[in-house]
T-cell receptor
Framework: EAGVAQSPRYKIIEKRQSVAFWCNPI?????LYWYQQILGQGPKLLIQ????????DSQLPKDRFSAERLKGVDSTLKIQPAKLEDSAVYLC????????????FGPGTRLTVL | GENVEQHPSTLSVQEGDSAVIKCTYS??????FPWYKQELGKRPQLIID?????GEKKDQRIAVTLNKTAKHFSLHITETQPEDSAVYFC?????????FGAGTRLFVKA
């Protein structure tokens, strides 16, 4: 079974530039998560989708971050404009769909904002 | 907001010793209690989980115990090995909401 795919794996940009990350979840997984993991901290949920609807985006900085999940499968997360404090690993995860399910994580995208 | 705390933040043990990490949560709606392991530079991976109707679960050298009344659950690793060195995260979940703890860095000295 293929795992969660993410691209790019690494990205370096300057502050005020924009960046986009892509995630392809495990086939059949209804729930998709985007997390931000700053070095030395636990993953912080940015947004959670159930199929193509948003379940939780309470911690998404909506003035600069946006995300969408087209047709309930792939998802993109965008930052515009980026700030220095956005430097982190962005993890995408997926799960089958109910609250008892394991989350499977992708390899992450390491973003450096200079 | 809901709160999740892990203790200790760092744990150093000798190979062969046991390690225990505790996770305290505040959301009474939590009903699923997983532990994830993240090795340096890698993605988090589930190592063990427990549901709210079970008090303890064991899988070889690892076990999880749950005290729902006190709102805490613990990860137990016995006969630790150097490959157990990693960061461990609890992630109590309830009503589709998951909050990850800050992590416990475990060092196993050979």
């Amino acid at each position: 079974e293929a795992g969660v795919a993410q691209s790019p794996r690494y990205k370096i940009i300057e502050k005020r530039q924009s960046v986009a990350f892509w995630c392809n979840p495990i086939s059949g997984h209804a729930t998709l998560y985007w997390y931000q993991q700053i070095l030395g901290q636990g993953p912080k949920l940015l947004i959670q989708f159930q199929n193509n609807g948003v379940v939780d985006d309470s911690q998404l900085p909506k003035d600069r971050f946006s995300a969408e999940r087209l047709k309930g499968v792939d998802s993109t997360l965008k930052i515009q404009p980026a700030k220095l404090e956005d430097s982190a690993v962005y993890l995408c995860a997926s799960s089958l769909g109910d609250s008892y399910n394991e989350q499977f994580f992708g390899p992450g995208t390491r973003l450096t904002v200079l | 907001g809901e709160n999740v705390e892990q203790h200790p933040s760092t744990l150093s043990v000798q190979e062969g010793d046991s390690a225990v990490i505790k996770c305290t949560y505040s959301d009474s709606a939590s009903n699923y209690f997983p532990w994830y392991k993240q090795e340096l530079g890698k993605r988090p991976q589930l190592i063990i989980d427990i549901r709210s109707n079970v008090g303890e679960k064991k899988d070889q050298r690892i076990a999880v115990t749950l005290n729902k009344t006190a709102k805490h659950f613990s990860l137990h690793i016995t006969e630790t090995q150097p490959e157990d060195s990693a960061v461990y995260f609890c992630a109590p979940t309830g009503g589709f909401k998951t909050i990850f703890g800050a992590g416990t860095r475990l060092f196993v000295k050979a």
